[in-house]
């Protein structure tokens, strides 16, 4: 009887143990745009596809408008575990991604969804690679040119600009705008709105998107279109975060990470980009275009000496700063936005 109660015991067992709900995972991310904002929006989808290719066993909780983790700390509470996953600005972090922030640079890129292509393709070349050795970076992406906006004063000239406080995203496009003569002033992205509104700024340098994500279509009216810079930015997971998924659940993170999510996400912004130009025209503001861009010959002087300076310094460092801004020119005419498989990350 003793056997019989036994052998049914652990019958009962094995079969509790073979029906045993799978092990679930919840992650915190954090970023810093609004809700319902284009990076938002696409992030919510990338969430959501996680969930159901998981069948359930991946959520991620996002915490938006730097609820979780201000901007210019939210690698670091990546790499800590206060967010198991960031999206953010690598310039927000300054001199941590010199390389990456080759990007930035006036001339390079055409779009964000080139961008984000190009950006993808020097991380899985191994060209950015160490710059990420403390956190599991799923997906890199980029946004649209980066133009001039102001309050007041149209900007037709490099000498429009001098004297100006123009919001700036990073320290290398505080470094355009300082050879261009304004008075570059740092800030987050959400800051903008007030800071414009209160007088604190006379203008930024932004993206089209970014012009209708933060409202900032309300505050500024005299854009001047000349594809200054972009700006790099990266989903990125904290590796031990990463590391306690089952083999199954992190097949289930590798297939959305790399080519085909970030230049997801940069036709969403360059979609964006349209309709906030769009808003303004609409609106009435004035729009002065500047024939070729950075390569005007009134403006690609000042700018090219921005670019040298930069490569030389980074390149007095032992870094290879030319060779990653040859091939990120490179990539940009070698564009192909077929989704590609992301390199192995070990």
Not at 87 to 116: C, H
Request: aromatic fraction near 8%; glycine fraction near 6%.
């Amino acid at each position: 009887m003793n056997k019989l109660k036994n052998s049914l015991a652990c019958a009962l067992l094995l079969g509790a143990a073979c029906h045993a709900p799978a092990d679930e995972y919840r992650f915190r991310l954090a970023h810093f745009w609004p809700t319902g904002s284009s990076v938002d929006q696409v992030i919510s989808d990338w969430a959501e596809t996680l969930h159901t290719e998981s069948d359930g066993r991946i959520t991620v909780d996002i915490y938006p408008a730097q609820t979780l983790a201000k901007a210019p700390q939210s690698y670091a509470a990546t790499v800590s575990g206060v967010a198991d996953i960031a999206v953010t600005a690598q310039g927000y972090t300054a001199g941590r991604f010199p390389l990456t922030q080759m990007i930035e640079l006036p001339g390079i890129v055409k779009t964000a969804e080139n961008a984000s292509y190009v950006l993808q393709g020097l991380y899985d070349e191994s060209l950015i690679g160490n710059e990420y050795q403390d956190t599991h970076p799923l997906f890199f992406f980029a946004h649209g040119p980066g133009h001039i906006h102001t309050r007041e004063k149209p900007v037709l000239s490099p000498d429009d600009l001098n004297g100006l406080r123009i919001r700036r995203a990073t320290t290398v496009v505080g470094e355009l705008l300082t050879s261009l003569g304004a008075q570059p002033v740092g800030m987050p992205a959400p800051e903008t709105y007030t800071a414009a509104q209160r007088g604190v700024i006379d203008g930024v340098a932004f993206p089209w998107q970014a012009m209708k994500d933060f409202r900032l279509n309300e505050q500024l009216t005299h854009h001047t279109a000349i594809s200054l810079y972009t700006l790099s930015f990266i989903t990125t997971m904290n590796s031990s975060s990463c590391e306690r998924l089952p083999d199954d659940l992190k097949a289930v993170i590798d297939r959305n990470s790399g080519l085909n999510w970030a230049t997801t996400m940069g036709r969403k912004l360059d979609e964006l980009d349209a309709l906030a130009l769009q808003e303004a025209i609409d609106s009435g503001h004035s729009i002065h275009q500047i024939e070729d861009s950075a390569r005007n010959p009134q403006w690609q002087p000042v700018l090219d000496e921005v670019i040298d300076r930069y490569i030389a310094d980074l390149s007095a460092q032992s870094m290879p700063a030319q060779a990653v801004y040859d091939r990120a020119r490179a990539l940009v005419d070698s564009c192909d936005t077929k989704p590609k498989t992301m390199v192995s990350r070990g």
